[in-house]
């Protein structure tokens, strides 16, 4: 069965930080990997994404990072903003499938 | 260039009561699809249109659950005999084409609390 899982569940950084989400996935045949972020109340928003021979991709202040032999990736957020705060998904798609298998989310919480 | 809409946001029924929901994808986008997500989940798929016919409906927990595209725009969830189970947000996304590559655009959600 496909899976992926997130790490933390949940974190609180200060303004201005740094933190780092990790992902790890056991789809097979990996296609991509997706970060979103989804602000509550609202639906998912694609952020950066990264095919088998991508290791990292950068949107503004977030990198996010695979190791395909692994099957990890991590989603770095760099000089935290408030408007951070929200709920970080991440992605991955096998083979040809249209199926998305998603995680169950990091919720970070930025405070000033 | 309007998102992926959809109506209501919120909707709170009574157990057994039937609801619609509807989603309004990006025009042009032949792919729609309907996602369930409980509280701190992920989305987990329910059902997929290619045009007007569902393609994949695998992920429908039950015959209760039934959803129509009739001119391959719009899309109507129905859940009938609702369950305080169905409780959750649906999410609805649609993209160009379907399959790899092509990205999902996500809806606001519907949440749908059952009493």
């Known amino acids: 069965k496909n899976q992926v899982e997130q790490s933390p569940q949940s974190l609180i950084i200060l303004e201005g930080k740094n933190c780092t989400l990790q992902?790890?996935?056991?789809?097979?045949?990996?296609?991509?990997l997706r970060w979103y972020k989804q602000d509550t109340g609202r639906g998912p928003v694609s952020l950066t994404i990264?095919?088998?021979?991508?290791n990292t991709k950068s949107n503004g202040r977030y990198t996010a990072t695979l190791d395909a032999d692994t099957k990890q990736s991590s989603l770095h957020i760099t000089a935290s903003q408030l408007s951070d705060s929200a709920s970080y998904i991440c992605?991955?798609?096998?083979?040809?499938?249209?199926?998305?298998?998603f995680g169950a989310g990091t919720t970070v919480t930025v405070r000033a | 260039g309007a998102g992926v809409s959809q109506t209501p946001s919120n909707k709170v029924t009574e157990k057994g009561k039937y609801v619609e929901l509807r989603c309004d994808p990006i025009?042009?986008?032949?792919?729609l699809y309907w996602y369930r997500q409980s509280l701190g989940q992920g989305p987990e798929f329910l059902i997929y249109?290619?045009?007007?016919?569902?393609?994949?409906d695998s992920g429908l927990p039950n015959d209760r659950f039934f959803a129509v595209r009739p001119e391959g725009s719009v899309s109507t969830l129905k859940i009938q005999r609702t369950e305080r189970g169905d409780s959750a947000v649906y999410l609805c996304?649609?993209?160009?084409?379907?399959?790899?590559?092509?990205?999902?655009?996500f809806g606001p959600g519907t949440r749908l609390t059952v009493l």
């Open positions: 992902c790890n996935y056991t789809v097979s045949p990996f296609s991509n």
């Open positions: 025009s042009g986008h032949t792919a």
């Open positions: 990264m095919t088998f021979s991508e």
């Open positions: 249109f290619q045009g007007t016919g569902a393609a994949d």
């Open positions: 996304a649609s993209s160009l084409l379907a399959g790899v590559g092509n990205e999902q655009f």
């Open positions: 992605v991955v798609s096998a083979g040809n499938d249209y199926k998305l298998s």
